[in-house]
């Protein structure tokens, strides 16, 4: 069993930045695969940066060049820095991790960007 405690969210203008952060415990050794999902009011939830150890990482498109996701294993913490954020990344911001897939969620920690 995996927790994942997320953090970091809050209330920001267009164009400012936020740090979230995402705390594992539990048994660690085989989650190969974290990232960040996010969920906006009638949407449908969608990746939004995927750290793969060993492969890399990758990013949607429209946040490419403006969100970083870095993981550190000493710590147990995944992290996504977000910078130029706009209204359109407004939303419930999950961390996910497992093996190969997504099978143990976070809460979520909110975002919110006003225009």
């Known amino acids: 069993q995996v927790l994942l405690v997320e953090s970091g969210g809050g209330l920001v203008q267009a164009g400012e930045s936020l740090t979230l952060s995402c705390i594992a415990s539990?048994?660690?050794?085989?989650?190969?695969?974290m990232g960040w999902y996010r969920q906006a009011p009638g949407k449908q939830r969608e990746l939004v940066a995927q750290?793969?150890?060993?492969?890399?990482?990758n990013y949607r498109e429209s946040v490419k060049g403006r969100f970083t996701i870095s993981r550190d294993d000493a710590k147990n913490g995944l992290y996504l820095q977000m910078d130029d954020l706009n209204v359109e990344d407004t939303g419930l911001y999950l961390c996910?991790?497992?093996?190969?897939?997504?099978?143990?969620w976070g809460q979520g920690t909110q975002v919110t960007v006003s225009s």
């Open positions: 539990g048994s660690l050794d085989n989650i190969n695969a």
């Open positions: 996910a991790a497992g093996e190969i897939t997504a099978d143990y």
């Open positions: 750290h793969l150890r060993g492969i890399g990482t």
